[in-house]
């Protein structure tokens, strides 16, 4: 391959990946393709994309950003997955799809700088919760005490009305009230 060509295959993948801070790398030789296009299409219905890399001219290209980390799994066949909502979200998909295709090897990912390496690596990026799930429970714990607070509050309230309708009901039957001692 000419230096032209791979200048141009570089400036393509910078272009592709600028702004990606989070993405996984797998290898998909061996998929059949039935199972590669079921694979892609699901993929791209959930806005994530599959790019193959050539090995040499992704590191150039990483170089000084965010996927920089990843260069250290650049060897054999690769592709970069990236999009969709989260790359957790991403992680969890592959993760199931993994699950499925056998042949499918999940390399590694990196998530804000952070690389994990391996299969075990993107299946323990697949369990930390997305921004969405973490900002609940953010809102969750900050709410959780006023809940609390509005609980005991209103508690000692609740129990003496079941108490004063438990008598008025059984006023109202004709039964007669005893002192409980």
Request: glycine share 8%; proline share 3%.
């Amino acid at each position: 391959m000419s230096k032209p060509i791979k200048n141009m295959i570089v400036a393509e993948y910078k272009r592709r990946f600028d702004g990606v801070d989070s993405a996984l790398i797998i290898d998909i030789r061996g998929i059949d393709a039935n199972e590669n296009n079921n694979l892609r299409v699901d993929l791209l219905d959930k806005n994530i994309h599959i790019t193959v890399l050539k090995n040499s001219l992704a590191k150039t290209a990483f170089e000084g950003t965010e996927l920089e980390s990843l260069c250290t799994s650049l060897s054999g066949p690769n592709a970069l997955v990236c999009g969709g909502d989260s790359v957790v979200d991403v992680a969890r998909t592959l993760v199931d799809w993994a699950k499925k295709i056998k042949q499918l090897e999940l390399k590694a990912a990196v998530l804000d700088g952070e690389l994990f390496e391996g299969a075990d690596g993107v299946k323990r990026l697949s369990d930390y919760p997305t921004k969405e799930e973490a900002q609940a429970k953010v809102v969750q714990l900050v709410l959780s005490p006023a809940g609390n607070l509005v609980k005991a509050a209103t508690s000692p309230g609740s129990n003496v009305l079941g108490i004063i309708k438990e008598i008025k009901t059984r006023l109202e039957e004709g039964n007669t009230i005893e002192k409980i001692s």
